[in-house]
C-alpha cells in the first residue's frame, strides 16, 4: 500500500509540474464572442473553411481565411483587417487570388516579406509571399523529404497528403509543422531563403493522438508560440472517427521535437484551429468555428494575467524580443 501511494504522488507530482509550465493567461479565456461571420448567400465567401490567420501589425489586426461558395469550389483566399480585433473589413480585391487553391493557411513575417503556407489541391502544402499583404505570388509545393532524403510520398498522389502547415523561423531555419490525414504532427526543417524544401528532423511525428480519449483519433497543430523560454503549440483535435466534435489543446516543448500535452485539454470543444495573438498589453484567441463548413471565427480573450508571447510574427514596437531571426 506503501508503495502505491509513493506512486500516486509521484503521478500527481508529474502533474503538478507539467502544468506549472503553462501559464493562465495561455490556457484560461472567457467564453468569447463571433465576430467574424461568412459572407451573404451567394458570395463567394458564402462558407469560411479551415484555419484562419491573424497577425498584429501597425496597430491592426490582420486576418487572412479561406472561403469557397459551394461544395467542390475553389477555396480561395481573403483578407480582412480591424483595429479592435472585433470589427472587421474585407478588402474590396477579395478575393486575392482568383484560380489558386488557398486552404488552412499560416503566415509569417521575415525580412520583410510574408511568407504563407496553405494547402492546396489534395491538402498538400504550397508556398506564397507578399510584401505588401494583399498581392501575392504563388512560389509553388513543397518538396518535403524523410532524414535519408527519400520524398515522403509523391505529392501528384492524391492520397499523398501535407496539410495543415505550420511555420517557426529561428536561428536562421524555417521549422515546417505539418499532418498526413491528421494521423499525427511531424516536423521539418530548412535553411532555404525561400523555404520550398524540407528535410524531416526524424523518421516518426512529433506528436501524436492520445493516450487520452479527447485526441485520440485525430491531431493537426495550428500555432507556435515562444514564452519565457519555451515553444507552445497550439492543436485542434478530434476522439472521432469519422471526424466530428473537434476542440483545441496545447502543448508545450523546450526543443520543438519533444512534447508535453496539457494536463486540463482540452482548451474548449467551442471551435478549432485557434491563433493566439499579441497586441501588446492583451492576449486574444481567435478560432475557426466549427462544422462542416465552418461559419467564420470567435474571439476569445485570455482571463489569465498577460504575459508577453513571441510569435512568428511579432511587431518591432513591442517590448522584448521581435521577431525571431
Same mark, same amino acid.
Given at each position: 500500500?506503501?508503495?502505491?501511494? +509513493?506512486?500516486?504522488?509521484?503521478? =500527481?507530482?508529474?502533474? /503538478?509540474?507539467?502544468?506549472?509550465?503553462?501559464?493562465?493567461?495561455?490556457?484560461?479565456?472567457?467564453?468569447?464572442?463571433?465576430?467574424?461571420?461568412?459572407?451573404?448567400?451567394?458570395?463567394?465567401?458564402?462558407?469560411? +473553411?479551415?484555419?484562419?490567420?491573424? =497577425?498584429?501589425?501597425? /496597430?491592426?489586426?490582420?486576418?487572412?481565411?479561406?472561403?469557397?461558395?459551394?461544395e467542390g469550389a475553389i477555396i480561395r483566399l481573403g483578407y480582412a483587417t480591424s483595429t479592435d480585433g472585433k470589427t472587421w473589413t474585407r478588402h474590396p480585391e477579395n478575393p486575392l487570388l482568383d484560380n489558386t487553391w488557398v486552404e488552412d493557411m499560416t503566415v509569417l513575417k521575415h525580412g520583410g516579406t510574408y511568407f504563407m503556407m496553405a494547402e492546396g489541391v489534395h491538402d498538400w502544402a504550397h508556398l506564397l509571399t507578399s510584401t505588401d499583404r494583399v498581392s501575392w505570388t504563388d512560389r509553388g509545393s513543397l518538396v518535403i523529404r524523410e532524414p535519408d532524403g527519400s520524398p515522403i510520398c509523391d505529392s501528384r498522389d492524391s492520397k499523398c497528403h501535407a496539410g495543415t502547415p505550420t511555420l517557426w523561423r529561428e536561428d536562421g531555419t524555417w521549422y515546417l509543422f505539418f499532418e498526413r490525414s491528421d494521423r499525427a504532427i511531424w516536423l521539418a526543417s530548412t535553411k532555404e531563403d525561400v523555404p520550398l524544401h524540407f528535410t524531416k528532423v526524424q523518421s516518426g511525428p512529433v506528436l501524436s493522438p492520445g493516450p487520452e480519449p479527447y485526441d485520440e483519433v485525430a491531431v493537426a497543430c495550428d500555432q507556435i508560440i515562444k514564452y519565457d523560454g519555451k515553444y507552445y503549440m497550439y492543436y485542434h483535435a478530434t476522439a472521432h472517427d469519422p471526424w466530428d466534435d473537434w476542440c483545441y489543446c496545447i502543448a508545450v516543448s523546450e526543443d520543438l521535437i519533444h512534447w508535453t500535452k496539457y494536463g486540463e485539454n482540452p482548451l474548449s470543444y467551442d471551435g478549432d484551429a485557434p491563433i493566439l495573438v499579441d497586441n501588446g498589453h492583451e492576449l486574444s484567441l481567435f478560432v475557426t468555428e466549427s462544422g462542416g463548413g465552418s461559419s467564420g471565427m470567435k474571439r476569445f480573450s485570455s482571463k489569465g494575467p498577460y504575459v508577453p508571447i513571441i510569435t512568428a510574427t511579432r511587431p518591432a514596437s513591442m517590448s522584448g524580443s521581435g521577431p525571431i531571426e
Open positions: 500500500m506503501r508503495k502505491a501511494w +509513493r506512486y500516486v504522488s509521484l503521478l =500527481l507530482g508529474l502533474a /503538478g509540474l507539467a502544468a506549472g509550465q503553462f501559464p493562465e493567461g495561455l490556457v484560461r479565456f472567457d467564453h468569447g464572442t463571433t465576430v467574424f461571420s461568412s459572407g451573404h448567400d451567394g458570395q463567394w465567401d458564402d462558407i469560411i +473553411r479551415e484555419r484562419g490567420f491573424v =497577425l498584429y501589425e501597425d /496597430g491592426a489586426y490582420h486576418l487572412f481565411y479561406s472561403g469557397y461558395r459551394t
